[in-house]
């Protein structure tokens, strides 16, 4: 390493390090112990939160969308769960400590995924294709947060699904999941409702769950 890249890479670290520090002290701070509990605050609680600018540490910690606590109650009923592209696992984390009956799976199970967190960080998870997945677990309803923007895993999990679709992602024409998956859900599937989540300013995300006709 030539010292201009070692000196970028120590800036990148201090810069990383100031980042997660703001993360720690912001209400999100204890997103952790929501975790670890399964008691994730109500969503009135975060509309008076200030985020500030932790996105992007909250995003390499734990993933893209926060978890409240009527996101958590309207899976927990939705029966046995099968998450895809579970990612670091977090979502299956505070769900299993809820109460849920909750099996993770992401195409890596361990790893640096390539969006700043790590497979199966928060949650074990199973090295398997959404597809597989599905296929596999044929009878849980099926949970997929934010599914990569423009790639067709989703669509193929939403496919097999036999019931149920949970999808926490931004609506038709944002940046989560694929045309085709949207495209999918609407002519094979109705809308049975839509919970409200926390959101970071500029995002749009939601939970919706889809029953399949």
């Known amino acids: 390493m030539s010292s201009v890249e070692e000196t970028i890479a120590i800036a990148r ?7 997660a520090l703001r993360l720690a002290a912001s209400p999100l701070g204890a997103m952790g112990e929501w975790v670890r509990s399964g008691r994730a605050p109500p969503l009135a609680w975060f509309e008076a939160a200030d985020f500030g600018t932790v996105r992007k540490a909250f995003n390499r910690e734990w993933g893209f969308a926060i978890p409240c606590a009527e996101a958590v109650d309207a899976l927990a009923r939705l029966g046995p769960l099968l998450e895809v592209g579970a990612g670091s696992g977090y979502w299956s984390a505070i769900l299993a400590a809820a109460g849920c009956d909750v099996i993770a799976t992401d195409a890596l199970a361990e790893g640096n995924i ?3 967190f790590h497979a199966g960080r928060h949650f074990a998870v199973r090295q398997m294709t959404a597809v597989e997945a599905v296929r596999a677990f ?6 997929c947060s934010w599914p990569t923007p423009g790639e067709p895993w ?9 019931n149920v679709f949970a999808l926490v992602g931004e609506p038709k024409g944002g940046v989560t ?5 949207y495209r999918y859900l609407a002519t094979r599937f109705d809308l049975a409702h839509t919970v409200a989540i926390p959101q970071f300013p500029g995002s749009r995300d939601a939970l919706s769950v889809y029953r399949r006709r």
């Not at 999941?177 to 998956?181: A, D, F, T």
């Open 177 to 181: 999941g694929s045309p085709g998956l």
């Open 114 to 116: 390539g969006y700043g």
């Open 138 to 143: 044929p009878h849980r309803a099926v949970l």
């Open 154 to 162: 989703a669509l193929g999990a939403a496919r097999c699904a036999k």
């Open 13 to 19: 670290a201090a810069w990383r390090e100031a980042d």
